[in-house]
């Protein structure tokens, strides 16, 4: 574990900013650097999510905060203000780092040293880090890091990050940077520019501290305003620093303006100087210092991408994908399910044996044990998910996905980000709807957000497989793929309700333009198994952490619900007739006669419970709201079970587990989740003594958990991202109402059909 301090170390820890494009290793990096002494937070005052990991080098301790991939400091959107902002020190109750490590990609160095030739001009300690330099060896690149060296001014070391190669030397660079004076700014502008900047500077500062209760005071308190951020300000027009920086009075936003007219004046164009100066720059820097091998007709990667972003065969292959990750998903975990599901069952069976029967011991095993372990049997499945994800990722097949989904996002007036936003929801709608804020038109990203929790996340998986489990056919023409078919078939439902409402929001709510997409499609590599190791471990223990807190939680209360009150009267009677039948089979000889008399004690033990469940809190609840839940198939104890899991979607799993007393069930059924799925199939309606689910109500309930928007995280994450909680009352209303007229219409037609 880190230090919580920096006097527990013999020296003070050394904060580095990790900076770079994306699609340069930087995640291999850092994994490679910090292991597993990495901790996940927010930055102070957002939601975007900040990662920080912890390394030693020659007794020194480092603080290695992972920035948000970026290709420029010019800030557009709120994270790459948020970079820009840390890199200078403006975020409250986060330290200023002490040097900055850039990950620069060698195969492609023109694109990437533009954000370097930025990150030059903060005046800080800088180290490259030139990854990927296998790549730029096999397209037959010769880069002489001595000169690149020389010509930069900061230290250049050679990488190779996802096998580990030259850390030794960068973390020797780290700790010398910190001695060193910070680079010399390069020349990279016309003098104009420079000069004007210069003197926007000084006036700046003595009109800011004129104002000292305006929110851009407050942001600079300590009255200095760098001649980087100074340019920024000028060149930026109607950016990210001009809207956060500038107090709103007209004196201030009027020596801008005079500012940018004079650089007009003098022949500057605003829209294009940056770019022009930079690459004007890089292209001197790598003269002589680079030699690029003949450009060859077509590289492997071109080749593979005739097929994979081809509009036709693309398409197919990132169907085929996608179905063959659900159907894996479905067959690959049920060996680890099953021993999962064994060890909790052994676990409730020894609590059984071992404490009276009594409050505590039902709070045991029909609460925690029922509940908790209901849920956490999914594990296996949440991992082969993340760990399919983070291959797909980190080979560069999810860069062709977004590239071929962007004109579908056009066509309902998104912007082609939103695809990425999009895909990370089917892990968990949290990260996906704060990934949004990498789109900079602000119609765009918000409706992004809304549509975000219609994406199938991790945590309906378990809803889905108990269900398919227990009531989907494999006897079918399609046999055992029938399961895995239906499960894409709700990712699929959600990718197709997503575009619907994106498209009506476009044409009403939030009408606009989408803005152009513009995406970089890395080469193809072979995956790091220690970025997709970092994946799953990450997700799969926030997964457990859920378990452990929310669902653990709303366990124990449905258990209270369902528990209370007792009637001691009807229990009474209950055990009377038990005891008498208990004791007619201990005298009776007959071994038919001894099997009669069981069944009968288990019918009058299950009466009791199902009596005593109608008289508890809960039955009370649910009968009064079966009227509204029926008309989609659904009884009373399945309508608790939806209310109960509004705070996550993962919790009805653990209240059906609760609400059929799974804790005590028969665990001979080996199936996954077996035991439950055996109490589902023997359900029956009070009143009709028919079962209470087929698989119309399954795909009803499949349906409406594919629509819904239970989960109270995402639904504050929503309101924060949003800018305003009417938007997170918005999202629940419009996708609740949306579920249950889905899941009633699943209902009737299958049942028409007679499914």
Not at 192 to 216: C, F, G, I, P
Not at 315 to 320: I, M
Request: proline share 6%; aromatic share 8%.
């Amino acid at each position: 574990m880190p230090p919580d301090s920096a006097a527990s170390t013999a020296h003070r820890t050394i904060h580095v900013a990790l900076i770079g494009n994306p699609n340069t290793g930087k995640s291999t990096l850092f994994n490679a650097l910090a292991g597993l002494r990495q901790r996940v937070g927010n930055y102070p005052g957002v939601t975007v999510e900040k990662r920080v990991g912890y390394f030693e080098h020659e007794s020194q301790q480092f603080a290695l905060v992972d920035l948000p991939g970026t290709y420029s400091l010019s800030p557009r959107s709120p994270d790459e203000l948020l970079v820009f902002e840390l890199l200078l020190g403006k975020l409250p109750d986060q330290p200023a780092p002490d040097v900055i490590l850039c990950i620069v990609d060698a195969s492609n160095l023109e694109r990437n040293l533009y954000l370097v030739s930025q990150l030059l001009e903060l005046g800080k300690p800088i180290v490259i880090a030139l990854n990927m330099m296998d790549l730029a060896e096999q397209a037959g690149w010769q880069i002489n890091i001595e000169q690149l060296q020389q010509r930069l001014g900061v230290p250049v070391v050679p990488i190779q990050a996802h096998r580990r190669i030259g850390l030794d030397k960068l973390k020797q660079e780290l700790l010398n940077a910190v001695h060193q004076p910070a680079p010399p700014c390069p020349a990279v502008f016309p003098d104009v520019v420079d000069r004007l900047a210069t003197e926007l500077q000084r006036t700046l500062r003595d009109t800011l501290q004129k104002n000292a209760a305006s929110s851009a005071s407050a942001r600079n308190s300590d009255g200095e305003l760098s001649l980087c951020l100074v340019r920024r300000l000028l060149l930026d027009v109607g950016g990210a620093v001009e809207r956060t920086l500038l107090p709103p009075d007209e004196n201030t936003l009027r020596v801008v303006r005079e500012a940018r007219e004079q650089l007009k004046a003098a022949g500057v164009r605003l829209n294009a100087v940056e770019a022009i100066s930079r690459y004007d720059w890089i292209r001197n820097l790598l003269d002589g210092a680079v030699r690029y091998a003949p450009p060859s007709e077509l590289t492997l990667t071109d080749r593979v991408d005739r097929i994979l972003t081809h509009k036709l065969w693309g398409t197919l292959v990132l169907a085929a994908v996608m179905l063959a990750v659900f159907l894996s998903i479905f067959r690959l975990a049920e060996w680890p399910m099953d021993w999962i599901d064994r060890t909790i069952a052994g676990l409730g069976e020894a609590l059984a044996a071992r404490l009276p029967q009594g409050a505590i011991r039902s709070l045991l095993v029909d609460g925690v044990i029922a509940g908790v372990g209901a849920v956490v049997v999914f594990l296996p499945q949440i991992m082969l998910l993340f760990l399919f994800i983070g291959i797909l990722e980190d080979c560069g097949y999810m860069a062709r996905a977004a590239f071929l989904m962007d004109k579908l996002m056009q066509s309902v007036g998104l912007s082609g980000k939103s695809f990425i936003p999009l895909l990370s929801s089917f892990a968990c709608a949290v990260p996906g709807i704060m990934s949004a804020r990498v789109i900079e038109n602000p119609r765009d990203r918000l409706a992004t957000i809304l549509v975000a929790p219609l994406m199938s996340c991790s945590a309906r998986l378990p809803v889905y497989t108990v269900l398919i489990a227990a009531f989907v056919p494999t006897n079918t023409a399609l046999g055992s793929l029938l399961p895995g078919l239906v499960l894409f078939a709700m990712y699929v439902l959600g990718i197709v309700v997503a575009v619907a409402v994106a498209w009506v929001l476009k044409r009403t709510l939030l009408r606009g333009q989408g803005s152009p997409f513009v995406m970089e499609l890395p080469v193809y590599k072979v995956p790091s198994p220690q970025v997709v190791f970092f994946r799953v471990f990450d997700r799969s223990w926030a997964f457990l952490k859920r378990a452990g807190t929310i669902i653990f939680a709303v366990s124990i209360v449905i258990w209270a619900l369902s528990y209370y009150p007792r009637d001691h009267k009807l229990i009474n009677s209950y055990q009377q007739r038990i005891a008498a039948l208990t004791s007619a089979m201990r005298d009776s000889h007959s071994a038919e006669q001894s099997d009669k008399l069981a069944a009968q004690i288990e019918t009058l033990e299950a009466e009791l419970q199902a009596e005593l469940l109608k008289r508890s809190v809960l039955g009370r609840l649910g009968r009064a709201i079966e009227p509204i839940v029926r008309p989609a198939g659904w009884d009373w104890r399945i309508g608790c079970a939806v209310v109960a899991s509004f705070p996550a979607r993962e919790v009805v799993i653990s209240v059906l587990g609760v609400i059929y007393g799974v804790g005590e069930v028969d665990t001979e059924d080996e199936s996954s989740a077996g035991r439950l799925v055996s109490k589902l199939r023997n359900a029956r309606w009070d009143d009709t003594g028919e079962p209470v689910f087929n698989l119309p109500v399954a795909l009803s309930l499949m349906v409406f958990f594919a629509l819904c928007a239970q989960c109270a995280s995402t639904l504050v994450v929503l309101a924060r991202e949003a800018g305003h909680w009417r938007w997170s009352v918005f999202t629940f209303t419009y996708m609740t109402v949306l579920a249950y007229l889905a899941a009633v219409a699943t209902y009737r037609v299958g049942t028409m059909l007679g499914w």
